[in-house]
């Protein structure tokens, strides 16, 4: 089985927050009192879903959403936004959706319903470029470096 249909077959929404949620209670009881979290693809649309459901995620950062995904489970990625309340930043490739990049309707979305919002769109990247991209190309890696320290700016700023 492809790998892809493993994961949709294995994953489904309740999974996703029951499995996040048993995370976030054991790093609770170990005394955390703010939680970051971080996904790529289709981890960004488990980030999406559990911030959602209102888990008590503090902050995420989105490396090129799959928030599309969302389809597959009879929603989209405007009725997630609708529903986070925790600040997020999205950080979408060329060739991702232009709903996640800056004024598009996720990031509309997200601003009506009052959260935090930052959208930076790497036109000259292609999705997977954070997780899988070839650092051996100096635009790819200037990419990934900038990303990353959005990312701890991000945190340091809402955690």
């Not at 999974?15 to 790093?27: P, R, Y």
């Not at 008590?56 to 969302?70: D, E, F, K, R, W």
């Not at 309707?105 to 990247?125: C, G, M, P, R, T």
């Not at 100096?138 to 955690?159: C, G, I, N, P, S």
Request: net charge neutral; charged share 20%; glycine share 8%.
């Amino acid at each position: 089985m492809e790998r892809t249909s493993w994961s949709l077959c294995s994953s489904t929404t309740a999974t996703v927050t029951a499995d996040t949620e048993a995370v976030i209670k054991c790093l609770q009881s170990g005394g955390v009192k703010s939680i970051g979290a971080t996904g790529a693809c289709w981890g960004a649309w488990a980030i999406f879903t559990c911030c959602a459901k209102g888990l008590p995620i503090s902050a995420a950062v989105n490396y090129h959403p799959a928030l599309g995904l969302a389809a597959v489970f009879g929603s989209n990625a405007v009725e997630l936004a609708i529903k986070v309340k925790s600040p997020q930043l999205l950080l979408p490739a060329g060739n991702d959706p232009a709903d996640l990049k800056p004024g598009g309707d996720v990031v509309k979305a997200l601003e009506a319903n009052k959260v935090s919002v930052e959208s930076v769109a790497y036109e000259d990247q292609v999705h997977g470029f954070v997780t899988r991209g070839d650092l051996s190309d100096a635009k790819v890696l200037q990419a990934v470096e900038d990303a990353t320290k959005r990312t701890y700016a991000f945190f340091l700023k809402h955690l």
